[in-house]
């Protein structure tokens, strides 16, 4: 079945620092891979998604590309700040009518930034 | 509604009582899907509905919990007899057609602790 594997947390950096939040995933067909954000108190974001092979999401800075010949997404952001702390899922969609009908999450990432 | 809303935010709860959570979808969404999410741990699916009907309820982890959609709007996940297993944020989540793909809208969650 369809499944997601992200690299387990904690990940703490500097502020301004690179991030790379590492993501692979197990899916059949061409699902839709999203990257969800939910920072402390709050519910979960959807911060970008992108639909088919080697495309590009990117919101707020962080950028993902879906790489169906590595089945990756890795999530990107080249300066990373204090708001930034919070804890990231990698999350796919499946095709067809039963995989389409839910979304499959990572088991998230908590990143926290020192100032 | 402006976002998709869920009630109560908490809820502790004796074990063995039955316990009732609402979420109430954006106005016009078809499709609502009910997340269970452990401390420290990603998002598990439950149930998914299109509509009035649950196309897919895999998710659900015994038959102590069922969960039913009156036309387009209100959902009501219900725990019976509750476990200390089952103590977790229950978040609700909305689409505008069930096309997963599209990414969705998370309410807050209800945190629920069974003592």
């Known amino acids: 079945g369809n499944s997601v594997t992200q690299m387990e947390g904690p990940v703490t950096l500097s502020e301004e620092a690179f991030l790379t939040i590492n993501c692979t995933y197990t899916a059949t067909g061409y699902p839709s891979l999203f990257w969800y954000v939910q920072y402390p108190g709050e519910g979960l974001q959807l911060l970008l998604k992108?639909?088919?092979?080697?495309d590009k999401g990117s919101n707020k800075g962080f950028e993902a590309t879906y790489r169906k010949e590595t089945t990756s997404f890795h999530l990107e952001k080249g300066s990373v700040q204090v708001s930034d702390s919070a804890v990231y899922f990698c999350?796919?969609?499946?095709?067809?009518?039963?995989?389409?009908?839910?979304?499959?999450f990572g088991s998230g990432t908590r990143l926290s930034i020192r100032p | 509604g402006a976002g998709v809303s869920q009630s109560p935010s908490n809820k502790v709860t004796e074990k063995g009582k039955d316990v009732e959570l609402r979420c109430d979808p954006i106005?016009?969404?078809?499709?609502l899907y009910w997340y269970r999410q452990r401390l420290g741990q990603g998002l598990e699916f439950l149930i998914y509905f299109q509509g009035n009907s649950a196309p897919d309820k895999s998710g659900l982890p015994s038959d102590r919990f069922s969960a039913e959609r009156t036309g387009e709007s209100v959902s009501t996940l219900t725990i019976q007899r509750t476990q200390q297993e089952d103590s977790a944020v229950y978040l609700c989540?909305?689409?505008?057609?069930?096309?997963?793909?599209?990414?969705?809208?998370f309410g807050s969650g209800t945190r629920l602790t069974v003592v």
């Open positions: 989540a909305s689409s505008l057609d069930g096309r997963a793909d599209f990414g969705y809208t």
């Open positions: 999350a796919l969609a499946g095709t067809g009518y039963s995989s389409a009908s839910k979304i499959i």
């Open positions: 106005s016009g969404h078809t499709a």
């Open positions: 992108a639909t088919k092979a080697d």
